[in-house]
């Protein structure tokens, strides 16, 4: 026979049961799983949108022989790399241009002196002697930047012996390089690298759009984001005949730049991208 003394001695024991697994509860193991949980539904957001991103890259890979249909076949393209543009990205550009039919006709490597605002001197005062040698292929009122805008669409656009000493000039003062073999293009695509003083793109931009039959500047994802290169060209009247763009650094970045550059033969200008005001992606 269970004893009285029994019955209290188990009761005690499952009340201390009890108040073990409230405490328990309540205490250090109650977060236990609860921490997955947490970090599982603050990922799913962010997974999501990397699912997203994914997504539109893939479709831009699938469809881009489609979306430009040749338009670029018979054209030819200069790519400029501004300071600091990442190789990978100018390469997968070059090879969206091959795809269109287009062929790069040159490459343009903006060396830091360029865009450096210690420099300003000598980039004005190279510019200055070289429009007494071009004539009529540089405005004699442009002032510094823009001058040497349309001296680099001069050196990537232009044909014969002032093209030549362009080039030849640009590279001796340290300011540009340019590929073995550069022949005349038709539209020039800007590839922007490190930040850039907005007065010194802005200039340099709106000299080659002055100058090209088409110019797109193409940039980043932080480039079109607040305080992004983009922005501050965007909101510069003097660039509206350039065509900008944001997210080159991915695939649906890339073929939409490769889109612009096709739309840039015939309508000057636009904003595309995640962040451009024309639209996302440039169809007509």
């Known amino acids: 026979m ?56 893939q479709f831009a890979a699938a469809s881009a022989g489609t979306l430009y249909a040749g338009r670029l076949a018979d054209h030819r393209v200069a790519v400029i790399a501004m300071p600091g543009a990442e190789a990978d990205t100018t390469a997968a550009l070059t090879e969206q241009v091959s795809a269109a039919g287009g062929q790069v006709s040159g490459t343009y490597a903006a060396r830091p002196a360029l865009t450096d605002p210690a420099q300003k001197s000598l980039v004005d005062t190279l510019g200055s002697q070289l429009m007494t040698q071009v004539g009529d292929a540089v405005d004699s009122d442009a002032s510094t930047y823009p001058r040497l805008g349309q001296l680099l669409a001069l050196a990537s656009t232009g044909d014969g012996a002032d093209a030549q000493a362009v080039r030849d000039s640009l590279a001796g003062a340290e300011l540009v390089d340019t590929s073995k073999d550069a022949k005349p293009a038709e539209v020039v695509l800007v590839v922007l690298g490190d930040h850039t003083d907005p007065a010194i793109l802005s200039g340099l931009a709106s000299g080659l759009a002055a100058k090209a039959t088409g110019v797109v500047v193409a940039g980043d994802t932080a480039a079109g984001a607040s305080g992004g290169d983009l922005v501050t060209l965007r909101a510069n009247p003097a660039v509206e005949a350039a065509a900008t763009v944001d997210g080159a650094d991915t695939a649906l970045g890339q073929v939409t730049v490769t889109l612009a550059l096709i739309r840039s033969l015939t309508v000057p200008g636009g904003s595309f991208g995640a962040s451009g005001s024309s639209g996302a992606v440039p169809l007509s």
Do not use: N
């Open 2 to 57: 269970i004893s009285y003394r029994h019955h209290i001695v188990s009761l005690v024991a499952v009340f201390l049961a009890l108040a073990v697994g409230v405490v328990l509860g309540g205490g250090p193991l109650s977060d236990l799983g609860r921490e997955d949980r947490a970090a599982s539904a603050a990922t799913a957001p962010a997974q999501q949108a990397r699912r997203t991103a994914d997504f539109g890259d």
